[in-house]
């Protein structure tokens, strides 16, 4: 047990942050908005490093029980830390695009970030890498009905009407997640799972150093107790980050961008990971996975929120936005329809990401 606390300091440290924050949060907030906004970013590095820990427990989870089941844990556990930044920063300062930026944002992340990145680095190490398409093709759809029913259509839904079609968005998200999820772990989980050529051996090395054994107990209470440390952490950051960002002209989506970099931090590292090491599965579910959970799952829960608090969300997509999606989904349909990626097919993804990242930054 020492061992294994041992291992933990960075989430320790997180610990103390997050205990430090509170006396500190009212002497940040009124010694003038350079100390905010440092004070902020401090906090979103505390951030990122519990939710790494978090994920690493998520991937012990994940090996422990294998695909399609491990990813599903490690993509959850990402939107978990999502959602919980997300409804806090909503309480304290509550912005009617936050929820779709993020998700947008998240998107973008996701397949052209992750995907794209890992595809053009596997690529250029391995050339030509194989997945299952039966997943690419599930993933996809989903995740363009997902964001059509819950992104595109409500700009189309007279404002009146709000509450009857967030409360039928909540209950599309809930069918369809379900659905997915009886397909992922039930009859259909082949479709996300790939059978690879085993590789040969080296004896000595497991022999000699055989893998410890995974404490399941100790993973789950740690994930656990990771997701409240940053829900404790993201109360102060929102606070010191909004009046940091105020008036420096800093475009609004910036603060999704950085809800939806801390979730996915531990994802790219895995993702990458994976690719470098010709796994191009694990990316797969990894990146359009982790997408779709966001929409699935994250739409609902904040719908739910808006029809509590009787405050609706703006979550129709921009045009740019919606033209950036379908993009995106329709280039991913192109180079996810073989079976295998390539440096080129990254390097389309990586483009458009770079292209989210420059529109971001000019506020649209």
């Keep these: 047990m020492l061992s ?59 090996e422990k029980v294998g695909d399609p089941y491990g990813t599903m844990i490690l993509t959850l556990a990402a939107v978990l830390v999502e959602v919980v930044i997300l409804a806090i920063m909503m ?42 398409d039966d997943s690419a093709r599930s993933y996809s759809v989903m995740i363009l009905t997902a964001m059509g029913v819950s992104m595109v259509v409500p700009e189309f839904i007279p404002e009146a009407d709000w509450k009857i079609y967030s409360a039928f968005t909540i209950g599309a998200m809930v069918l369809l997640y379900t659905l997915f999820l009886r397909m992922q772990v039930g009859p259909h989980s082949y479709f996300f799972s790939y059978s690879y050529p085993e590789k040969r051996r080296k004896k000595q090395p497991e022999e000699e ?46 603060t999704a961008i950085v809800v939806a970099a801390i979730s996915a931090a531990p994802e790219i590292l895995t993702a990458l990971r994976a690719a470098l090491a010709n796994r191009m599965q694990s990316v797969v579910n990894i990146a359009l996975g982790a997408s779709l959970s966001t929409v ?19 979550m129709a997509m921009t045009p740019v936005q919606t033209v950036m999606v379908f993009i995106t989904l329709i280039v991913s349909a192109i180079n996810l329809n073989d079976g295998e990626t390539n440096a080129i097919e990254g390097m389309t993804h990586f483009v458009l990401f770079a292209t ?9």
């Design 91 to 132: 309480s304290n300062e509550p912005s009617p695009t936050l929820v779709r930026d993020t998700i947008y944002s998240a998107v973008m992340l996701d397949i052209n970030g992750i995907l794209g990145l890992a595809a053009l680095m596997g690529g250029i190490k391995h050339g030509e890498q194989s997945y299952n």
């Design 356 to 364: 989210f990242i420059m529109l971001s930054l000019l506020g649209l």
């Design 209 to 254: 150093h055989p893998e410890p054994p995974i404490n399941l107990a100790f993973s789950i209470a740690t994930l656990v107790f990771g997701v409240i440390v940053i829900g404790a952490l993201a109360e102060v950051m929102s606070k010191t980050l909004d009046l940091g960002l105020e008036g420096t002209g800093a475009p609004p989506v910036i």
């Design 4 to 62: 294994s606390l041992k291992q933990e300091k960075f989430m320790l440290l997180a610990l103390i942050a997050a205990i430090a924050a509170y006396p500190l949060e009212h002497w940040m907030l009124h010694s003038g908005q350079m100390v905010a906004l440092l004070g902020g970013v401090v906090l979103i590095a505390f951030i990122v490093v519990a939710s790494m820990r978090v994920a690493h427990h998520a991937e012990q989870l994940a």
């Design 296 to 314: 699935i799952l994250t739409v609902p829960v904040m719908e739910a929120m808006a029809l509590y608090t009787g405050q609706p969300f703006q």
